[in-house]
């Protein structure tokens, strides 16, 4: 199973199973080779608590198998559906009871479970230990992971008041080409330059980033972008488009079950705006959370 993560919260999964042989090789696990696919197209499909079951149990037969390789490339994929559905604890437990079995067999493990795993403890508010896992990504050989995790380092920075991270994060995404990628270095940017008092460009570089994470499917990464650009328009004093701005962010995260993220964003709504319609719109969101 090839791996390939593009984003700390979205992770393209692989399209083929560790299983699959060339025709001529040994014979295929028909049980985990049909598991693995489904949990891609239902990965694919943003279907995450589906692509959850699919991945765990295409990762039991794995393990019935005794196949180490599978072992860790079906659980990296379990863990980044796990992320998807808003389970970072599960993530968490996955990444790390993978890369436990990796050291116990003596194998490496791979920047990009590490990065899975700092990617889970950002998630839950373990910011120095994400940060000490995610530096140690960024100096791998894996270029994409390396990447992610410069962005995920990033974050951290700019939630602990750390501009020289954040700086330094930012120039390590400078040559980003890959849409993907560049919607990390636009986030980054939009996040620098709120600390600059430029909120023009912090909020254009934001909502450039929510439109490539809107394509990607990333709708948390690009939730994420729109309160950033919400933030921006609030600063300048231009509170009604602040408050369309978490509004969408807090109903998009609302839908994905974030109900944590979700509440503040919407409830900022209210203190902004003084449409009826806005605040009315908001407190039916907060009114259907959990």
């Known amino acids: 199973m090839k791996l390939v993560s593009r984003l700390f919260v979205v992770f393209l999964l692989s399209a083929c199973s560790g299983a699959k042989n060339a025709d001529n090789g040994p014979p295929q696990d028909q049980t985990l080779l049909r598991h693995e696919e489904a949990g891609r197209i239902a990965y694919g499909l943003d279907r995450p608590d589906e692509a959850v079951a699919q991945f765990e149990a295409a990762l039991a037969q794995a393990q019935a198998r005794d196949d180490l390789t599978a072992i860790s490339e079906l659980s990296f994929n379990l863990a980044v559906a796990q992320l998807k559905a808003n389970r970072p604890r599960d993530a968490l437990a996955t990444a790390q009871g993978a890369s436990a079995e990796l050291v116990r067999r003596g194998r490496p493990t791979s920047a990009s479970l590490d990065l899975v795993e700092a990617t889970a403890l950002y998630r839950l508010g373990r910011l120095a230990d994400a940060d000490s896992l995610a530096a140690r990504v960024e100096g791998s050989q894996d270029l994409n992971a390396a990447a992610g995790a410069s962005f995920l380092r990033g974050l951290i920075a700019d939630e602990n008041g750390n501009d020289a991270g954040l700086r330094d ?26 600390k600059n008092g430029d909120l023009t ?39 009604e488009a602040a408050a369309d701005l978490f509004l969408r962010a807090g109903r998009s995260a609302a839908l994905q079950q974030d109900t944590e993220t979700a509440r503040p964003w919407l409830q900022h709504v209210l203190e902004l705006t003084q449409n009826a319609e806005t605040a009315a719109t908001a407190n039916r969101a907060i009114e259907a959370l959990p």
């Not at 439109?211 to 972008?225: E, V």
């Open 169 to 194: 994060a930012l120039a390590r995404l400078a040559g980003a080409s890959d849409p993907l990628r560049l919607a990390d270095r636009l986030e980054l940017e939009a996040r620098l330059a709120l």
């Open 201 to 239: 460009g912090a909020r254009t570089s934001a909502q450039q980033a929510a439109s490539i994470r809107q394509d990607a499917i990333d709708y948390r990464g690009m939730a994420r972008a729109l309160a950033v650009a919400g933030r921006a328009a609030e600063f300048a004093g231009d509170y």
